[in-house]
């Protein structure tokens, strides 16, 4: 297991982020974590492997997903969503972490890999509108304080 100090103290965890199909259900993938690489050889029955990807913070980049997919967990299960792939794969590859593309099931046809480019270029860009809002909030924050200690 490979641990990287950071200048704060804060300890990261790195390894790999995996999906699973859910063989009987459809457009059902299981979320997890391990520091271990997965070997798609030896998945379980019922649930081939289809998506690894490797983080520097393996804890951040399973609480991210998790969390952006949480309104398509299934029942009680809250690392089993509901979606398509390209879905599931981009909410990974868009949350801004550092990673590394591992390993792709290759049973997708060309327009199931450009759903996963456009999805997450969406997502990307969805991201960036955010961070650029919540900035110009802390402008307008930062002008009113200003204006208010001219005025007082």
Known sequence: MASHG???GVYMNS???YVESVNQSPETYHLAM??????????PAGRPLVYVARFRDIDAAFMHAGGKLRRRCKHQDTVTFVTKLSTMI???????LKYERIW?????????????????KRLQNQLQNQELAWKMVGIIAV??????????
């Open 143 to 152: 002008v009113i304080f200003v204006l208010l200690s001219i005025v007082v």
């Open 34 to 43: 391990s520091v271990e690489k997965p070997d798609p050889e030896q998945a």
């Open 6 to 8: 950071t200048s704060n």
């Open 104 to 120: 792709l099931t290759d049973s997708l046809n060309d327009s199931e890999m450009e759903a996963i480019a456009t999805e997450t």
């Open 15 to 17: 390894g790999y982020l």
């Open 90 to 96: 981009a909410v990974i590859e868009a949350d801004g």
